[in-house]
């Protein structure tokens, strides 16, 4: 994160801030990634399931 705080009024104070916000960012990550990927990868391979049982689909048709 950038603060747009003067040169001569950066202090210790900022640099914590900025710490806590950089760890309350990776902990949000990393609950965000914890619960949504699992749920993307499961959507993945369902629609690899649906594209592979199209394909096989389309080719018991053209066989008649």
Same mark, same amino acid.
């Given at each position: 994160?950038?603060?747009?705080?003067?040169? %001569?009024?950066?202090? @210790?104070?900022?640099?914590?801030?900025?710490? %806590?916000?950089?760890?309350?960012?990776?902990?949000?990550?990393? @609950?965000?990634?914890?619960?949504?990927?699992?749920?993307?990868?499961?959507?993945? #391979?369902? %629609? #690899?399931?649906?594209?592979?049982?199209?394909? #096989? %689909?389309?080719?018991?048709?053209? @066989?008649?």
């Amino acid at each position: 994160m950038v603060f747009n705080v003067p040169m %001569a009024r950066k202090s @210790k104070a900022i640099q914590v801030r900025r710490g %806590a916000h950089s760890e309350l960012e990776k902990r949000v990550l990393r @609950k965000v990634t914890l619960r949504i990927v699992p749920f993307v990868m499961l959507l993945y #391979f369902i %629609a #690899f399931i649906d594209r592979v049982n199209i394909g #096989f %689909a389309a080719l018991t048709m053209n @066989k008649r």
